[in-house]
């Protein structure tokens, strides 16, 4: 499957944003799906997921209360809602499925992500 982050920009602490993640190649819902952060000079690190039977979806404690993932099986897209969104939240968000638990396989192929900044 080939995905495609969108929706990034730049925010004002405090603001929202929706980033999208359409996939192409196979349907998005049989698989576990979700989305990563970079920030500058650090390391890639979970956001959010959902599983591919439904459930609750699962948040870093960051982001827990602000964010929520979902899902639009129709358009074959996932979707990030970040509300109250803080400077620490800036760095390029990326999508992935399929999951292990809160990671990807090693060497799993990432695309290109889309930047989220918020400015104070």
């Known amino acids: 499957v080939q995905l495609q982050a969108s929706g990034g920009g730049l925010v004002q602490a405090g603001g929202s944003l929706r980033l999208a993640c359409a996939a192409s190649g196979r349907p998005f819902y049989n698989y576990n799906m979700g989305w990563f952060r970079q920030a500058p000079g650090k390391e890639r690190e979970f956001v959010a997921s959902?599983?591919?039977?439904?459930?609750?979806?699962t948040y870093a404690d960051s982001v827990k209360g602000r964010f929520t993932v979902s899902r639009d099986d129709d358009r074959n897209t996932m979707y990030l809602h970040m509300s109250s969104l803080k400077p620490e939240d800036t760095g390029a968000y990326y999508c992935?499925?399929?999951?292990?638990?809160?990671?990807?396989?090693?060497?799993?192929?990432w695309g290109q992500g889309t930047l989220v900044t918020v400015s104070q």
């Open positions: 992935a499925s399929p999951l292990v638990g809160r990671s990807v396989a090693v060497n799993y192929p």
């Open positions: 959902l599983r591919w039977s439904g459930g609750d979806p």
